[in-house]
């Protein structure tokens, strides 16, 4: 039987519908059908939507609604060629969004890109500036995206609001374990993009995740949401077809030796890696090394393990 998605307590006391719907279409603007996706997600059951670069069309689903805004969480980030002007990109966002105030505020990656890859103003400056907005009201919580163990230390070394999420790729084939416990020991919450690995989703037709979903009748990528859900995560998978839109916020409750085999899955052999089309050139996310990013990953995306 589906269970209703539940929603997350954030470090300031706000909360967060544990699933929301992921608005990247693969290009930046999307159009319509970002507006459509999102509309039908609300008329759905979504109560949470995450913007990647096309602002207009969630705001515009959001107004359109009918749902009063203070029942829609809508996240949406600074890019990385704005770090040097926190207030002004935060104002576009707002204005593009078309909203009185944005329920998460990102900093979507953990480097400024001005000029180059020289890292000015630093993530920490950056950081100062979004607390500064929080005093405006027009952002209730402030978050960070795509960083890994370094970065985020040195952030909360040196920040006097801690994030409320650090928002990465995660899904069974990278559970980011280290990463996960370094946030929940700072109350951190971490966000899971591309929860089903984008068009990569290689773990949907791996043996155990397809015994587990035949067990409780549902998909695999029910499955992974489920375990994404349990394990603490908030996700955020897109659909933009109604039927996988509607699976993915009907959650199972798995046993405790399902949700081992699938934080195992990992281990099996080539698992252990992104799945995202980003790892330009082989070793190279957007024009930053993986030493850069402190992603514990080589060419291509494959994590390299500890043990
Ligand atoms: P579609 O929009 O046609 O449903 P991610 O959220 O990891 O980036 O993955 C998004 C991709 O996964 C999209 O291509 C989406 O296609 C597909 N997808 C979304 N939900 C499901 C599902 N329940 N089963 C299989 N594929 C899905």
């Given at each position: 039987m589906a269970t209703p998605v539940p929603y997350f307590s954030l470090n300031n006391g706000l909360k967060i519908p544990a699933i929301g719907m992921?608005?990247?279409?693969?290009?930046?603007?999307?159009?319509?059908?970002?507006?459509?996706?999102?509309?039908?997600?609300?008329?759905?059951?979504?109560?949470?939507?995450?913007?990647?670069?096309?602002?207009?069309?969630?705001?515009?689903?959001?107004?359109?609604?009918g749902i009063p805004r203070n029942e829609i969480f809508v996240t949406t980030k600074l890019w990385n060629d704005c770090h040097h002007k926190v207030k002004e990109a935060f104002e576009q966002s707002l204005n593009n969004l078309g909203l009185d105030y944005i329920d998460l505020y990102l900093m979507h990656w953990p480097m400024a890109q001005i000029d180059g890859p020289e890292e000015h103003p630093t993530i920490v400056d950056t950081w100062k500036e979004m607390e500064k907005l929080l005093e405006t009201g027009k952002v209730k919580s402030i978050g960070v995206s795509n960083f890994g163990i370094k970065p985020l230390k040195r952030l909360l070394s040196q920040c006097k609001v801690v994030p409320v999420t650090n928002q990465v790729e995660s899904h069974p084939c990278l559970p980011y374990l280290e990463l996960k416990n370094l946030c929940e020991d700072n109350g951190i919450l971490i966000t899971a993009y591309s929860p089903l690995g984008q068009s990569n989703r290689v773990f949907l037709a791996d043996p155990d995740m397809i015994k587990i979903a035949e067990s409780h009748q549902v998909t695999p990528a029910q499955v992974a949401m489920s375990w994404a859900v349990q394990r603490g995560t908030v996700a955020i998978p897109k659909s933009a077809n109604l039927e996988r839109m509607r699976q993915n916020i009907s959650l199972v409750t798995l046993s405790d030796k399902e949700m081992d085999l699938v934080t195992s899955l990992h281990k099996k052999p080539g698992m252990h890696r992104s799945l995202l089309a980003y790892h330009h050139d082989?070793?190279?996310?957007?024009?930053?090394?993986?030493?850069?990013?402190?992603?514990?990953?080589?060419?291509?995306?494959?994590?390299i393990d500890q043990e």
């Open positions: 992921g608005c990247w279409m693969g290009d930046v603007g999307g159009g319509p059908a970002v507006e459509e996706m999102c509309a039908n997600a609300l008329k759905n059951g979504y109560r949470h939507l995450d913007t990647v670069r096309n602002e207009e069309h969630v705001g515009k689903a959001v107004r359109e609604s082989g070793g190279v996310v957007f024009g930053w090394t993986y030493k850069q990013l402190d992603w514990p990953m080589d060419k291509g995306g494959f994590v």
